[in-house]
């Protein structure tokens, strides 16, 4: 029951840095403006930091991941998260675009290697069966944070200042690195511990395919996220105080989602699980698009949509470790890679049509294409591993010939 108890407290680690750093990713969108007026630079331009924060998740997750492979698990999450801490507390007293550019970039680098190794370490103290438990506990924290920590740091930025919001990051960060130096057991090396072994694993047709179905399938909750400020004020009519409680919805919505990929996960195989989360994201986006012109309909739906969107989480993640075996953490990091490239693409695409005069509700629509394509690709890795279990047995059989 002790060591039970302990493990229970590791993953409470894990949720804690889950928070800090969902925080630090979404609370720059709620004070961009702030941050920009004292920069005395455009919002276009310090829209660049979200861009820096996301270059350095793509570059950090595997590098420093392989990097940092012959340490214990343990010994790298701490040493990940002083790093958050660090560059995120000095983004709080960044005094021009350069200096807070630099910082946000470095910020970025230890997102992706923290989930990643977490996800892994979150299985090895998981309970049998409970694999997708852990893992959606650590994500908890991430979906946490835009309910509570992402509001707080959004109001605190507007009403005193910006840095505030980072602050609070760096001390959410400290509060972690304790939990994890007193409650994380000892923990073997975070990957193989060698450096070309772990190289191998990006020679693994199925794993690029996975990076790819979590880049276009979350791209498509990032192309309705992206643009729901507009779509609440322009196309439902709400005043722009209302966007701070619809965020808050959308946040529920991705808590309680998490849970349910959980338990999809836990019901079907990882990848089917992918499949019906992405169906029935392309169901509510499309649907949407159709009621965004009924103030109190859109409220409710912004709550279901993060709902269904985030039920991806687990089971991406889940799927992504089957198909890196021998360096699991190594291919379970490169998925926050592919989330944030996710995040990025989904932003532009759905911002091409908006250009083009197409409306806000648009966007809804770009969502619904990117998460068909998922679909479609989760079904194509379902189809290759059924021929190739096919073609298996079929050699065994005469090989007993």
Request: net charge positive; glycine share 10%.
């Amino acid at each position: 029951m002790k060591n039970e108890n302990y493990n229970k407290k590791a993953l409470i680690a894990l949720a804690m840095g889950g928070f800090g750093i969902g925080m630090t990713e979404f609370v720059i969108m709620g004070i961009l403006p702030d941050v920009a007026k004292a920069l005395q630079i455009t919002i276009p331009q310090a829209g660049h930091f979200i861009s820096a924060y996301a270059l350095g998740v793509v570059v950090g997750a595997p590098t420093l991941t392989v990097l940092s492979g012959k340490w214990p698990a343990h010994k790298v999450l701490l040493f990940l998260m002083g790093w958050f801490t660090v560059f995120n507390t000095l983004s709080a007293f960044a005094t021009s675009y350069e200096m807070l550019l630099v910082s946000r970039f470095l910020s970025g680098l230890p997102h992706g290697a923290f989930f990643g190794i977490g996800a892994v370490v979150a299985t090895k103290l998981a309970k049998e069966g409970k694999t997708a438990q852990a893992i959606a506990t650590m994500f908890t924290g991430l979906t946490v944070a835009n309910v509570i920590g992402v509001p707080i740091g959004t109001y605190l930025g507007h009403q005193y200042n910006w840095g505030l919001s980072f602050i609070i990051v760096g001390v959410i960060g400290v509060l972690t690195m304790l939990s994890i130096y007193f409650w994380m057991p000892k923990l073997s090396p975070s990957s193989t511990g060698n450096f070309k072994k772990d190289l191998k694993v990006f020679k693994k047709l199925e794993l690029w395919v996975m990076i790819l179905l979590t880049t276009v399938g979350t791209g498509g909750f990032f192309a309705w996220y992206s643009y729901i400020a507009p779509l609440i004020t322009q196309v439902s009519g709400h005043p722009e105080t209302i966007v701070s409680y619809a965020m808050v919805l959308a946040g529920l919505g991705m808590v309680f989602g998490n849970f349910l990929g959980a338990k999809m996960a836990e019901l079907f195989s990882p990848i089917k699980a992918v499949m019906i989360s992405l169906s029935l994201m392309v169901t509510v986006l499309l649907i949407n698009s159709v009621i965004a012109v009924n103030p109190t309909l859109i409220l409710v739906w912004t709550f279901v949509v993060g709902f269904i969107s985030f039920s991806v989480s687990t089971p991406i993640q889940m799927a992504i470790i089957r198909a890196s075996k021998g360096s699991e953490m190594v291919g379970s990091s490169m998925n926050h890679s592919a989330f944030n490239m996710g995040n990025a693409s989904g932003a532009y695409f759905a911002g091409l049509p908006i250009a083009l005069g197409y409306g806000f509700t648009s966007a809804s629509i770009v969502g619904a294409a990117m998460a068909g394509t998922g679909v479609f690709i989760a079904i194509m890795i379902i189809l290759f591993r059924r021929s190739k279990k096919v073609k298996a047995t079929r050699e065994m059989a005469l090989n007993a010939q």
